[in-house]
């Protein structure tokens, strides 16, 4: 494990404020009329500034719990809240998608007609900021992951790590103080999978945001500031490690 | 970038499809302007050929014919002395085939009536006398047969002179082959009948007198109808059916034209569906994407309809040329008809786009992830 990128993990975790960011509460959710049961009762906390790795094998239910999070799906029962309010009521899921939080999918979703620069622009489109607030914000953005170069290039033209960095300056479009990222070095080799989770700690840690982590990789969840490991729909018991720093 | 980038973005990034949609519906449009402008076109050529003759109310049967039918020529013997009739002027008139041109208006008026007065001479004369075996030309009909003063010209059997070309200051006139009432009777084997009464009323006569006026003649001639000069195309049995088949053969071709704007963003929602959730993942509102969609059809409408007002015009030009109506009316290209079929034209599209955009806001974002 990298000991700088850990102690800078740890660092954050321990400024962090002890606010609750998240809080599910024997959350279950069911799909196909209850035959498929993804989350079987689950019990978590995320903190505010921290970074937490969700980890398990595929089909434990993972992702359903980050797609919950990030309000795409809705619990079949149990409660989930998001600062203290119930994320299946919210009276605006989109509002809250687009302010608060922040996706980063494993196969990136860029749009495909659409340049770096316009990809990262789309999600602001729901702020109301003028366009050329829009693009100077989303240049920066792309400078803060390294890609002031390839404003112009289309998602076709760009690697799979620098389709990934734009999608993460993507996340950042609104300014969100929580970023989901499932499995966003999962379609990278080592080295650009290195590189881009370098990059998320670099940016929860300067950011103090709250980053949820999907991943199967335990090499990667080592770089946590908590991880929590599911299986079968369940957080496993005694799951919970939290890196110290010390 | 702004919104309508995504806009116009969504619709070139298939253009064969999106070319093929817009001209669909640009052949819908043009339909549109080329038939209705024809048959407004000869509503307004005719009210325009009754103002230049200096026509207030026409006494008339136009039954289901294009021409009205004859009735006898007494009948303006009883309306002459009525009150507020300042002139009167009996006249037969008939399309005819005449030399080359499959159909003209023959206009033949009793002589020295007003209808003659408004026509200026451009070349040649007017005939001396109503038994004088000749005719003027308006100066399109002229153009029309390619007829000069002094040639001959021949109607049914009878061969006359050409002794004038005329402008009569409308499309209709100039359009016409124009002569004696006693000539035409002749030609066309109807002694003592008229299938028009043009009457000028006084000066001074209020709209309620000319209504009173007209149902005074009705109550006179009751094988004609009497009614004012503007209303009277427009009454015909003749011209409503032209109307109505210009406006139906349009409606099919609009409703053509939404199955096509239809299917085209019905394609384009079922194509991006992942785009869509993907957008709806990323904060994007419902509303949002329903307003992409309708735009992206609104927009296939309006560039569709421009697209067909222009075929349109160059089909109604081409058309006009047609022998089988060449100089029988002009086109109405106003500019209310070419808002109108533009207006339609994006209506069409937003009409179209509304089911497309409800199954795209029906989408749930979590398929994007699921991807």
């Known amino acids: 494990m990298n000991s700088s990128i850990c102690a800078a993990t740890s660092a954050a975790a321990t400024s962090a404020t002890s606010a609750r960011v998240f809080d599910a509460i024997d959350l279950e959710k069911n799909f196909d009329d209850g035959h498929v049961q993804a989350l079987r009762g689950v019990n978590f906390r995320v903190m505010q500034g921290e970074l937490l790795a969700i980890t398990g094998p595929s089909g434990c239910g993972k992702t359903t719990l980050l797609q919950m999070l990030g309000a795409l799906e809705r619990p079949t029962a149990g409660t989930l809240l998001y600062r203290g309010k119930?994320?299946?009521?919210?009276?605006?899921?989109?509002?809250?998608?687009?302010?608060?939080?922040?996706?980063?999918?494993?196969?990136?979703?860029?749009?495909?007609?659409?340049?770096?620069?316009?990809?990262?622009?789309?999600?602001?489109?729901?702020?109301?900021?003028?366009?050329?607030?829009?693009?100077?914000?989303?240049?920066?953005?792309?400078?803060?992951?390294?890609?002031?170069?390839?404003?112009?290039?289309?998602?076709?033209?760009?690697?799979?790590?620098?389709?990934?960095?734009?999608?993460?300056?993507?996340?950042?479009?609104?300014?969100?103080?929580?970023?989901?990222?499932?499995?966003?070095?999962?379609?990278?080799?080592?080295?650009?999978?290195?590189?881009?989770?370098?990059?998320?700690?670099?940016?929860?840690?300067?950011?103090?945001?709250?980053?949820?982590?999907?991943?199967h990789d335990m090499s990667i969840a080592e770089q946590a500031s908590r991880t929590v490991q599911m299986k079968d729909g369940r957080v496993m018991p005694d799951s919970e490690v939290t890196i110290t720093g010390e | 970038m702004t919104f309508f980038t995504i806009v116009i973005r969504g619709l070139i990034r298939r253009p064969v499809r999106t070319g093929l949609t817009l001209l669909g519906i640009s052949i819908g449009i043009a339909a549109v302007v080329a038939l209705v402008g024809m048959s407004r076109g000869l509503s307004k050529s005719w009210e325009a050929g009754m103002r230049a003759r200096g026509t207030d109310i026409v006494v008339s049967n136009m039954g289901s014919s294009l021409t009205p039918q004859p009735f006898s020529a007494s009948a303006r013997d009883r309306i002459a002395h009525l009150p507020h009739v300042a002139a009167t002027c009996a006249i037969l008139v008939d399309l005819m085939s005449v030399e080359n041109v499959q159909m003209m208006m023959v206009s033949a008026r009793e002589w020295n009536g007003f209808s003659w007065k408004n026509l200026r001479l451009v070349a040649g004369r007017m005939p001396h006398d109503p038994s004088e075996q000749a005719v003027v030309l308006g100066r399109?009909?002229?153009?029309?047969?390619?007829?000069?003063?002094?040639?001959?010209?021949?109607?049914?059997?009878?061969?006359?002179?050409?002794?004038?070309?005329?402008?009569?200051?409308?499309?209709?006139?100039?359009?016409?082959?124009?002569?004696?009432?006693?000539?035409?009777?002749?030609?066309?084997?109807?002694?003592?009948?008229?299938?028009?009464?043009?009457?000028?009323?006084?000066?001074?006569?209020?709209?309620?007198?000319?209504?009173?006026?007209?149902?005074?003649?009705?109550?006179?001639?009751?094988?004609?109808?009497?009614?004012?000069?503007?209303?009277?195309?427009?009454?015909?049995?003749?011209?409503?059916?032209?109307?109505?088949?210009?406006?139906?053969?349009?409606?099919?071709?609009?409703?053509?034209?939404?199955?096509?704007?239809?299917?085209?963003?019905?394609?384009?929602?079922?194509?991006?569906?992942?785009?869509?959730?993907i957008l709806l993942a990323l904060g994007w509102k419902r509303w949002r994407i329903v307003r992409?969609?309708?735009?992206?059809?609104?927009?296939?409408?309006?560039?569709?309809?421009?697209?067909?007002?222009?075929?349109?015009?160059?089909?109604?030009?081409?058309?006009?040329?047609?022998?089988?109506?060449?100089?029988?009316?002009?086109?109405?290209?106003?500019?209310?008809?070419?808002?109108?079929?533009?207006?339609?034209?994006?209506?069409?599209?937003?009409?179209?786009?509304?089911?497309?955009?409800?199954r795209s806001s029906r989408l749930e974002p979590s398929r994007a992830l699921r991807a």
């Open chain 2, 140 to 277: 399109t009909a002229a153009d029309l047969l390619g007829k000069k003063v002094g040639d001959k010209i021949q109607i049914e059997t009878e061969e006359l002179s050409v002794v004038g070309i005329v402008d009569g200051n409308a499309w209709v006139e100039n359009c016409s082959v124009i002569l004696a009432l006693p000539i035409l009777q002749k030609i066309t084997d109807n002694r003592d009948k008229i299938n028009v009464i043009d009457i000028r009323v006084t000066p001074s006569t209020s709209t309620g007198e000319v209504e009173q006026l007209c149902e005074r003649i009705n109550k006179l001639v009751p094988e004609g109808r009497a009614m004012a000069a503007s209303e009277n195309i427009s009454n015909s049995q003749a011209y409503r059916i032209v109307q109505a088949m210009s406006w139906g053969t349009s409606l099919l071709a609009v409703v053509v034209g939404v199955l096509g704007v239809m299917n085209t963003m019905l394609m384009t929602v079922f194509e991006r569906t992942h785009e869509i959730c």
């Open chain 1, 86 to 215: 119930s994320i299946p009521d919210l009276p605006d899921p989109s509002n809250y998608r687009a302010r608060e939080i922040g996706f980063i999918f494993q196969a990136f979703h860029l749009l495909p007609t659409f340049t770096a620069l316009e990809n990262v622009q789309i999600p602001m489109l729901e702020t109301g900021l003028p366009p050329s607030e829009r693009k100077d914000r989303a240049i920066a953005l792309l400078r803060s992951v390294g890609l002031e170069h390839r404003l112009g290039h289309f998602p076709a033209e760009l690697s799979g790590g620098e389709r990934q960095r734009v999608a993460i300056a993507r996340s950042l479009a609104n300014g969100p103080s929580v970023l989901l990222a499932d499995e966003p070095t999962g379609n990278l080799d080592s080295e650009n999978a290195r590189l881009i989770l370098e990059l998320l700690i670099r940016l929860h840690v300067e950011r103090n945001m709250t980053l949820v982590l999907v991943t």
């Open chain 2, 292 to 358: 992409m969609v309708l735009w992206e059809s609104a927009l296939l409408g309006l560039v569709g309809g421009v697209a067909g007002v222009l075929i349109g015009a160059v089909g109604v030009k081409v058309l006009g040329r047609m022998p089988a109506i060449r100089g029988l009316l002009e086109p109405d290209l106003s500019v209310n008809l070419l808002t109108l079929s533009v207006a339609i034209a994006v209506t069409v599209g937003v009409i179209s786009g509304l089911y497309p955009a409800w």
